[in-house]
């Protein structure tokens, strides 16, 4: 086993830790084991009462992000921390947003939506419930797993962006194509700091990168805003992007399209029919799971497709 770079000064300052091979017996292997929670917690006590230092996990995640030194994620293999603890050794974490910033980004959608009502899908940012569904299908990222290419496309504000990263390992790659500009610079901008994450600014339809690489994809395009012959090339070109076996995942706001046609006229519902049997004959091609959001606005189902 490879020893981790971290010096025993540096772990002793820090909680009272003569080798670096101890701090990972301070931690349970699995995390729902209450054996090993009561053991180890009876371990950190007696070391808190001697030394006066509480270990958690807390803590130890935030030591790790200090520097890059501390490198102890080869002690943590096959125990629970071991995802986060490479995170955080990878520089792959998501900055968490204060309320400030959730808001400057709602009112940014809100513009875009105004601006470009046809390719903003909504007036606001999709809630952490369907963000938490959409993602389902990605696998979180385990040891020994193969290196994975990763397409969202749509991305907007980050809000899926954010979950899926939580699913990375440090060698999957998740390519983000938006055709906004503005909301391409929030992302460059937003994950600078993430090297396996790449922004791309046009159109999916234009996209070629990585043709038949990708292992999953997560769009958030407003299929029934667009014209019928983007959608017509729209399927054909998500299948060339895929390997056998890829998931596409995507969502539609429910009742919203049987309310949008008693507004249109006759010549636009025939259009937006023209849609609906788009999605219609790609859905019946392709085993798909769907799941309803409410906690959402406005309330949306999930679809997963395998394809």
């Known amino acids: ?146 290196k994975r290419y990763i397409l969202e496309i749509g991305p907007g504000t980050g809000v899926f962006t954010d979950k899926i990263i939580k699913r990375l390992g440090p060698e999957d790659e998740l390519d983000l194509v938006e055709f906004d ?25 234009d996209y070629q990168e990585r043709l038949g690489e990708y292992t999953h994809i997560v769009s958030a395009l407003p299929l029934n805003s667009f014209t019928p012959d983007f959608v017509h090339k729209y399927f054909p070109h998500i299948q060339r992007l895929s390997k056998p076996g890829t998931t596409l995942s995507s969502f539609e706001y429910i009742f919203l399209p049987e309310i949008k046609q008693i507004y249109l006229s006759e010549d636009e519902r025939e259009k937006f029919k023209a849609i609906l049997d788009e999605k219609e004959a790609f859905y019946s091609a392709h085993h798909h799971l769907s799941h309803i959001v409410f906690r959402n606005f406005p309330p949306a189902k999930v679809l997963h497709h395998v394809l």
Request: charged fraction near 25%; proline fraction near 4%.
């Open 181 to 205: 500009a503005s909301f391409c610079e929030l992302l460059r901008e937003k994950y600078k700091h993430l090297k396996n994450v790449h922004v791309y600014h046009m159109s999916i339809l």
């Open 1 to 146: 086993m490879t020893m981790p770079r971290v010096s025993s000064e540096c772990l002793k300052t820090t909680f009272q830790l003569g080798a670096a091979e101890e701090i990972a017996t301070y931690f349970p292997k699995h995390k729902r084991k209450i054996s090993e929670i009561a053991e180890t917690n009876f371990r950190r006590l007696s070391h808190w009462l001697q030394t006066g230092v509480w270990i958690s996990e807390r803590s130890l995640l935030s030591w790790v992000r200090k520097d890059e030194c501390h490198r102890v994620s080869p002690l943590f293999k096959k125990r629970h921390l071991y995802r986060k603890i490479v995170r955080c050794e990878e520089h792959m974490e998501v900055e968490h947003r204060s309320i400030l910033q959730k808001f400057t980004e709602s009112a940014r959608f809100l513009v875009r939506f105004i601006l470009r009502a046809k390719t903003v899908g909504s007036i606001i940012p999709s809630s952490h419930f369907l963000a938490r569904e959409i993602v389902r299908q990605i696998p979180k990222h385990s040891l020994g797993a193969p």
